[in-house]
């Protein structure tokens, strides 16, 4: 017998949208990139960095690669054995941001956030002017630190040369 009364549309709904969801699967978003670092023209780096995410957080140790391309493009992957914890690409005109373990992304045009300094490492080395509030300093052993003052958050790291 159907369902009548005033929760029978509830009732369908509810029905509907389980199978929908049951029917759907299991599926993760396709990863979002800028470019693909091969061919020609790429400089590969690799080194152990420090990651602190802001004031109150702990560093998190791990390994660091980046790759540069002559025509300014850059990607930098930190990973924590055996997960990749952030993906950063720039180009001249765009940036994008993942953080994998937590399944979420960030990208736009023109300058980046200053809130990500993983977006301005590659400036920062090539001895670009960097924005207000992010400070940029080599280290007599060959290291580097890059902090934005405001947040906290920092990398303090080297790369193979």
Known sequence: MPARGPLAPLCLHAVLLAVLLAGSGCQTAPQKILFTASG?????????????????FPELAGEIVMARHQDGCCGIQFTKTPLPLVLAQTTKTNWLIQFPPRQMSFTGLGAPPLRFVWLYLHAALAGQPLPKHLRFQRKPEGGWRLENERTG????GFLTP
């Open 40 to 56: 020609p023209g790429w400089t590969v780096q690799e080194g152990q960095v420090l990651w602190r995410p802001g004031h109150r």
């Open 153 to 156: 958050e920092a990398l303090e």
